[in-house]
């Protein structure tokens, strides 16, 4: 399921909520915790924050493979966990559903090259 998609199907079961994944009214998610919402009433997984980065690898934040995303709306580039949370989420006020749309717009693909080594005659 992609992350996008996610957090589509996870808006359909909470509201958002701001500077936490969730809220404390009862069904309150950011945009990334609606992604957990989503994936698990899809899936019917039960995964929690601890698990994004096995099931979107592009969330990972340890890793020398961290996705960068530049926000469209300021130009700040970081980590996209953080552009998703922190900066659209919480402070551009974004709706989640445009987060999603956003995210659709970027390049995901974090499969690093094979690493070939061969012998080099001496």
């Known amino acids: 399921m992609r992350l996008s998609d996610a957090i589509r199907e996870g808006c359909r079961y909470s509201t958002k909520t701001t500077r936490q994944f969730f809220g404390t009214t009862p069904h309150s998610a950011c945009a990334l915790g609606a992604a957990i919402i989503g994936y698990n009433r899809r899936t ?3 995964i929690t924050m601890l698990d994004l980065a096995r099931v979107w690898p592009e969330l990972n934040q340890e890793t020398e493979f961290i996705m960068r995303a530049t926000c469209p ?3 700040t580039y970081a980590d996209l966990r953080h552009v998703i949370t922190t ?3 919480d402070g551009h006020r974004w709706t989640r559903e445009a987060i999603a749309d956003f995210i659709d717009t970027l390049s995901l693909d974090l ?3 094979p690493v070939v080594r061969e012998r080099v005659p001496a």
Do not use: F, K, V
């Open 73 to 75: 709306d300021c130009g």
């Open 87 to 89: 900066h659209l989420n």
């Open 111 to 113: 499969t690093p090259a």
């Open 44 to 46: 019917g997984d039960e």
